[in-house]
């Protein structure tokens, strides 16, 4: 019992620790889980680290949620998967509560409406920037490009749930994938 | 009971939201369609915040817009929305690991859903663009062409495109470190 509490803290230390030494999304996430579960922990090796990383990305959710359950479930079962997920969250329910409401108090200086219209300029880039990156490894085909349009197209000009999309393109891969095979 | 409405909306988020990264941007704009709860330049600002802070960018953005709504509790609960369906459903295919990553089906609707996420996350960043880089009002107020863009928004997001994508030395620098810059550029010229 203790040992299992021990090691349950032990899970959320270290993913709160992957947590705040990640910036950005899924993919800048490898370093640090490297250098803590791999190198520090010797909870995993390398490989199994690429393989959680492959499923949690094709897998619904937050790629980082997704692979710090996997990893906590795998050393100390369901409320381990729970224990490492909490972990990863935490810090940025600490730091990015303590912003939004400095935000908030804030936001109607002049000086920091200047300053966030300057951010959004590069919220812009930053986007174009990921979905550029994004286009390259899912637009393959003329199939998947009209996936992408059609999907595109759509959301901006009409207001339907992006739930929609998200099934309707699934069903779509399938049926493609599906006839491709009876042709050949 | 606003906690409820929040837990559900991050749930279905959490659920839908493939690929990570931006992924979790156009559930985002669809619940500001629906509840009103944040206005589209909230999640501008908010997207920014979350990419130049620690922490996975879907969780960033779930608790800003929960505390926003909802104060502290709204954030812990939003939280706790984006990430419940994660840990069930990685917790089903932990138990049949093998199988799941050969499933021809698994693979066929990755096949679908890569670049529908992609046309999504364009989809939202376009709104993006409409918010920071067209002047919509200005345009119709004086029917001039010339003033349906702002000039010094694209000037400055072809400098950082260029900076983020063709120069070596700046390409692989932080988000964070052009967020940064593109503020104080903002405080001083906007």
């Not at chain 1, 200047?114 to 390259?136: E, H, P, Q, T």
């Not at chain 2, 880089?133 to 400098?159: M, Q, T």
């Amino acid at each position: 019992m203790k040992d299992k509490l021990k090691q349950l803290g032990r899970l959320l230390i270290t993913f709160a620790v992957v947590g705040v030494t990640t910036f950005g999304g899924g993919y800048a996430m490898l370093p640090a889980l490297q250098r803590e579960v791999v190198e520090k922990r010797r909870w995993a090796t390398d490989e199994e680290v690429m393989d959680w990383y492959a499923i949690g990305q094709c897998t619904p959710g937050v790629i980082a949620v997704n692979t710090a359950t996997f990893v906590g479930q795998k050393q100390a079962g369901v409320l381990g998967g729970i224990f490492a997920t909490l972990g990863v969250v935490f810090p940025s329910l600490v730091i990015i509560t303590i912003i939004a409401a400095f935000i908030q108090n804030f936001a109607h200086l002049p000086a920091v409406q200047s300053a966030f219209a300057g951010i959004r300029v590069c919220v812009c880039v930053l986007i174009l920037n990921a979905v550029v990156k994004l286009w390259k490894k899912s637009v393959v085909d003329w199939k998947t490009l009209l996936i992408f349009i059609a999907v595109f197209a759509c959301s901006v000009f009409l207001s339907i749930s992006p739930v929609i999309y998200v099934l309707a393109a699934a069903i779509a891969g399938i049926i493609v994938k599906e006839l491709e095979a009876r042709k050949s | 009971m606003i906690y409820l409405r929040l837990f559900w909306e991050f749930f279905k988020t959490g659920l839908f939201a493939v690929g990570g990264g931006l992924a979790t941007l156009p559930f985002i704009y669809d619940i500001s369609d629906r509840t009103g709860w944040f206005t589209y330049q909230q999640i501008a600002d908010m997207i920014a915040v979350s990419e130049s802070t620690p922490g996975p960018i879907g969780v960033n953005t779930a608790t800003y817009v929960g505390y926003i709504t909802g104060g502290l509790p709204g954030a812990i609960v939003a939280t706790l929305g984006l990430v419940t369906p994660a840990i069930i459903i990685i917790l089903i295919i932990v138990s049949c690991l093998k199988k799941f990553r050969e499933n021809r089906f698994v693979d066929h609707a990755f096949y679908g859903l890569r670049p529908a996420s992609a046309g999504l996350i364009a989809a939202a960043g376009f709104s993006v663009v409409m918010l920071a880089l067209v002047r919509e009002d200005a345009f119709k107020a004086s029917g001039n062409i010339l003033d349906l863009f702002s000039w010094k928004g694209l000037a400055l997001a072809a400098v950082i495109w260029v900076l983020t994508n063709l120069v070596k030395k700046t390409k692989d620098l932080h988000p964070m470190f052009f967020i940064a810059a593109s503020a104080v550029v903002g405080i001083l010229v906007f």
